[in-house]
């Protein structure tokens, strides 16, 4: 069993910044990518950063220079710095990462329940 936790979300004004955090537990032999998803309401679940193990991050182009992923494997966590937000950034962000739980199973995508970024203008 795998668990992923987030926090970070909020409110907060058009320009400002938010950090969100993800720490992943239970079970885990290894954690191939990470990162972070977004769901706007009555939309599907879009990328918005990923890291791999190796550390190499892949944006949207929506968040390109303005985002920055990044991750400690050490304690299972990836982050999102978000800068100069945008109202068009409100969403709820999900936390994903690919995880193997044991060296015999193949892995397996787990989710986080999801926090809510608010940007008001």
């Known amino acids: 069993q795998v668990r992923l936790v987030e926090s970070g979300g909020g409110l907060v004004q058009a320009g400002g910044s938010l950090r969100l955090s993800c720490s992943a537990s239970?079970?885990?032999?290894?954690?191939?990518?990470m990162g972070w998803y977004r769901q706007f309401p009555g939309k599907q679940r879009d990328l918005v950063a990923i890291?791999?193990?190796?550390?190499?991050?892949v944006y949207a182009s929506s968040v390109k220079d303005r985002f920055t992923i990044s991750r400690d494997n050490a304690n299972n966590t990836v982050y999102l710095q978000m800068t100069s937000l945008k109202p068009e950034d409100s969403a709820v962000y999900y936390c994903?990462?690919?995880?193997?739980?044991?060296?015999?199973?193949?892995?397996?995508?787990?989710w986080g329940q999801g926090t809510k970024v608010t940007v008001s203008s």
């Open positions: 890291v791999t193990s190796a550390g190499s991050p």
């Open positions: 994903a990462a690919d995880i193997r739980s044991t060296i015999w199973q193949r892995e397996s995508r787990s």
């Open positions: 239970g079970s885990i032999f290894s954690i191939n990518v």
